[in-house]
C-alpha cells in the first residue's frame, strides 16, 4: 500500500479516534467523574442513573407505558441520564434505563458495538422491562445514537408491537458529517481503503461509521418510505449548536413532531451533550411522552456546556 493511502487511513482514524475520545469526557457528570483513580468493583461498573431500574415499579393509570431511556456514542446509562432519569421517575414513571454496545477492553463505554447488536440487546432489555411490569408497550427516549439505534429495533426487529412513543434528543436520520468524517469515509471508500479503515477502526468501535452521512446502515434505515413505522409516534428534539450532528437538521424525521430547542427558546444555548441536562429539553420530553396534559414550556437560559439551568 503506497503511502498517500496510510496517510488517508491514518486521517480518517485519527479523527474518528478524537471524536470518539471526547465524548466520555464530554458526557461526565459530578455523579460519574471522567476519570477514577482506581478501577471499581465489577458490581459498580454500569451503575443505574437515580430514578431508574426499580424493577418494583408498577405503572399507573396516568403512565402506564414504562419509560426506557437509550444513551448516546461513548456514555454510559449512569452518565447520559443523571439529570433525566430521576425526574421522570419523580413524576411517576417507571424508568428503566441499560448501558448496551459495551466493548470489553473499554468498560463503562457504551454504544461501541455494531447498531445491529445494539439493536438486539435492546429487543431483550425491551422484553424484560414488559414482562416484569405487565406492561404491553413501552416508550422510549434516546439521545444521540440512542435516537436512531433503537429504530432498527422498532422497523426490523418487530419492536413496533412493543414501543408507542419514540422521543429522540439530537437525532440523525440522515448521518452526521461532523470534521469531514463522512466525507474522508467515502474518500477512502473511493482510494480501496473501506477493508483497511474497518480492520483499523471497527473492532473498537462498530457503530462509528454507521453513524456517518451516506453509511449503509444509514441508507438502510432510510429504505422503504424512510425511517418512520405506522403506529409509533416519534418527537424529535434538536439544537442549531449541535457540534456532533453535522447538520443539526439531520434529525428532522418525516411523520414526527419536529422540535429545535431555540425556536421556543432563542436562549437556550445547548450543544450535543448539554440538551441531555437541559430543562427546556426535559419540558419537551414530558409533553411527548404525556400529550394530553401537555403544558407550555418554559424558556430556561442554559449555557453551551452547562448541566443544569444557568
Given at each position: 500500500?503506497?503511502?498517500?493511502?496510510w496517510?488517508?487511513?491514518?486521517?480518517a482514524?485519527?479523527?474518528?479516534?478524537?471524536v470518539l475520545?471526547?465524548?466520555?469526557?464530554?458526557?461526565?457528570?459530578?455523579?460519574?467523574?471522567?476519570?477514577?483513580p482506581?478501577l471499581?468493583?465489577?458490581?459498580a461498573?454500569?451503575?443505574s442513573?437515580?430514578?431508574?431500574?426499580d424493577?418494583?415499579?408498577?405503572?399507573g393509570?396516568?403512565?402506564p407505558?414504562?419509560?426506557v431511556?437509550?444513551?448516546?456514542?461513548?456514555?454510559?446509562q449512569?452518565?447520559?441520564?443523571?439529570?433525566?432519569?430521576?425526574r421522570?421517575?419523580?413524576?411517576?414513571?417507571?424508568?428503566?434505563?441499560?448501558?448496551?454496545?459495551?466493548n470489553p477492553i473499554?468498560?463503562?463505554?457504551?454504544?461501541?458495538a455494531?447498531?445491529?447488536?445494539?439493536?438486539?440487546?435492546?429487543a431483550?432489555?425491551?422484553?424484560?422491562?414488559?414482562g416484569?411490569?405487565?406492561?404491553?408497550?413501552?416508550?422510549?427516549?434516546?439521545?444521540?445514537?440512542?435516537?436512531l439505534?433503537?429504530?432498527?429495533?422498532?422497523?426490523?426487529?418487530?419492536?413496533?408491537?412493543?414501543?408507542?412513543?419514540?422521543?429522540?434528543?439530537?437525532?440523525?436520520?440522515?448521518?452526521?458529517?461532523?470534521?469531514?468524517?463522512?466525507?474522508?469515509n467515502?474518500?477512502?471508500?473511493q482510494?480501496?481503503?473501506d477493508?483497511?479503515?474497518?480492520?483499523?477502526?471497527?473492532?473498537?468501535?462498530?457503530s462509528?461509521?454507521?453513524?456517518?452521512?451516506?453509511?449503509?446502515?444509514?441508507?438502510?434505515?432510510?429504505?422503504?418510505g424512510?425511517?418512520?413505522?405506522?403506529?409509533?409516534?416519534y418527537t424529535?428534539?434538536?439544537t442549531?449548536?449541535?457540534?456532533?450532528v453535522?447538520?443539526?437538521?439531520?434529525?428532522?424525521?418525516d411523520?414526527?413532531?419536529?422540535?429545535?430547542?431555540?425556536?421556543?427558546?432563542?436562549?437556550?444555548?445547548?450543544?450535543?451533550?448539554?440538551?441531555?441536562?437541559?430543562?427546556?429539553?426535559l419540558?419537551?420530553i414530558e409533553?411527548a411522552?404525556?400529550?394530553?396534559?401537555?403544558?407550555?414550556?418554559?424558556?430556561?437560559?442554559?449555557?453551551?456546556?452547562?448541566?443544569?439551568a444557568?
Amino acid at each position: 500500500m503506497n503511502r498517500r493511502r496510510w496517510a488517508a487511513i491514518g486521517t480518517a482514524v485519527a479523527a474518528l479516534t478524537a471524536v470518539l475520545a471526547m465524548a466520555p469526557l464530554a458526557q461526565a457528570t459530578p455523579e460519574q467523574p471522567a476519570a477514577q483513580p482506581s478501577l471499581p468493583p465489577p458490581s459498580a461498573l454500569d451503575p443505574s442513573p437515580p430514578g431508574s431500574n426499580d424493577w418494583s415499579c408498577e405503572p399507573g393509570e396516568d403512565h402506564p407505558n414504562p419509560v426506557v431511556l437509550v444513551h448516546g456514542l461513548s456514555a454510559n446509562q449512569a452518565n447520559n441520564w443523571a439529570y433525566i432519569s430521576p425526574r421522570l421517575a419523580q413524576q411517576g414513571y417507571c424508568v428503566f434505563s441499560l448501558t448496551y454496545g459495551e466493548n470489553p477492553i473499554l468498560p463503562q463505554v457504551g454504544g461501541l458495538a455494531p447498531m445491529e447488536r445494539s439493536a438486539e440487546e435492546l429487543a431483550a432489555f425491551v422484553d424484560r422491562v414488559r414482562g416484569t411490569t405487565g406492561a404491553e408497550k413501552v416508550d422510549i427516549v434516546g439521545h444521540s445514537e440512542g435516537s436512531l439505534m433503537p429504530n432498527y429495533y422498532v422497523k426490523f426487529l418487530g419492536g413496533d408491537r412493543y414501543v408507542d412513543r419514540y422521543v429522540g434528543m439530537t437525532p440523525l436520520w440522515d448521518g452526521t458529517q461532523t470534521a469531514g468524517l463522512a466525507f474522508l469515509n467515502r474518500t477512502g471508500q473511493q482510494l480501496g481503503l473501506d477493508p483497511a479503515l474497518g480492520l483499523t477502526l471497527d473492532p473498537v468501535c462498530g457503530s462509528c461509521r454507521q453513524l456517518l452521512a451516506g453509511s449503509d446502515f444509514i441508507a438502510q434505515m432510510n429504505s422503504d418510505g424512510g425511517p418512520a413505522v405506522d403506529g409509533v409516534t416519534y418527537t424529535m428534539i434538536m439544537t442549531k449548536y449541535d457540534e456532533l450532528v453535522v447538520p443539526y437538521t439531520s434529525g428532522e424525521l418525516d411523520g414526527a413532531t419536529n422540535i429545535v430547542l431555540q425556536d421556543g427558546c432563542p436562549t437556550d444555548l445547548a450543544e450535543h451533550v448539554a440538551v441531555a441536562f437541559d430543562p427546556v429539553t426535559l419540558g419537551h420530553i414530558e409533553n411527548a411522552l404525556d400529550p394530553a396534559n401537555a403544558k407550555p414550556v418554559r424558556c430556561t437560559p442554559v449555557g453551551p456546556d452547562a448541566p443544569s439551568a444557568i
